[in-house]
């Protein structure tokens, strides 16, 4: 029987449960610093420039999408801990910030490319969260809690509001599922762009992107259905609190990172041959 060129999802895993085993710590830590640093900077525009009207609205989405693009150069040094540690190397903390050593110009235009795919696949979420507030605004969410804890409805505005409520939050929650998943696939391509920037840092960021849409070729759908396996680990998190994600989510990004190097070897002996 052919044996695939590739690592097994099962084999990349493994390994990552034994690379976590060696560095938990910085990896575990270089996850939640860069998490602090994300949720910081959002919070920080959304409490400066409220989207309380049109105007302060465009103004917050346009600086959260330049948040976003600046988080990019976290990134790339949370890619160097994590190939650093998949090559039995040790890190510090301070290699969360390496992005900014080297060439953060170059990252910030690949961030700015992804990100911009990542907004347009996302507005019909931001129209649905706009629609959820405007719901939430106008509904008295402490009585219908109380309906639904006693089972009981007292009028037919108060069932009218229940309807409209629930219809709402379940189709903020498939619009946010579907948005998710297609700005997945469509980013998919650009995958190694981070990891690239350390093992080529000659290339511009327009050749990253070239070659990244490249060696994705033939391998989008494994890199997806292997982000899709995670799945049930982020579900099961929810049962802890989310205390789970203190693992699952290393666990998945070195999981990757795993794939990036395995791809990567794959090709280089194909092009050796």
């Not at 919070?43 to 600086?63: D, E, K, R, V, W």
């Not at 890190?91 to 235009?109: C, M, R, V």
Request: hydrophobic fraction near 50%; aromatic fraction near 14%; proline fraction near 4%.
């Amino acid at each position: 029987m052919h044996k695939s060129k590739y690592k097994s999802n099962f084999e990349l895993k493994l390994l990552a449960r034994i690379q976590i085993g060696r560095y938990p710590g910085i990896l575990i830590g270089a996850i939640i610093l860069n998490f602090i640093i994300s949720i910081a900077t959002a919070n920080i525009i959304s409490t400066l420039i409220p989207a309380n009207n049109p105007f302060g609205f465009i103004i917050n989405y346009i600086m959260l999408f330049v948040a976003q693009v600046f988080i990019s150069v976290f990134n790339v040094g949370l890619s160097f801990i994590f190939l650093k540690s998949a090559c039995n190397m040790s890190s510090t903390i301070g290699d969360l910030f390496y992005g900014f050593q080297k060439d953060p110009i170059k990252a910030l235009k690949i961030g700015a490319v992804i990100s911009v795919i990542d907004s347009i696949c996302m507005i019909p979420f931001d129209i649905a969260s706009v629609e959820l507030s405007s719901v939430l605004g106008s509904v008295d969410i402490n009585k219908l809690s109380l309906m639904l804890a006693n089972g009981s409805v007292d009028s037919y505005e108060s069932l009218a509001a229940y309807n409209v409520f629930y219809s709402t939050m379940m189709k903020f929650y498939l619009i946010m599922l579907v948005c998710a998943l297609v700005s997945l696939i469509l980013t998919l391509p650009f995958f190694p762009a981070f990891y690239m920037i350390l093992d080529f840092p000659e290339w511009s960021a327009t050749t990253i992107l070239k070659r990244s849409f490249e060696v994705m070729h033939g391998n989008k759908l494994r890199l997806f259905l292997l982000n899709l396996s995670f799945i049930p680990l982020y579900l099961l998190s929810i049962f802890t609190c989310g205390l789970a994600l203190l693992f699952v989510i290393p666990y998945a990004k070195m999981t990757t990172t795993n794939f990036y190097l395995d791809m990567m070897a794959v090709r280089n002996k194909s092009s050796n041959n």
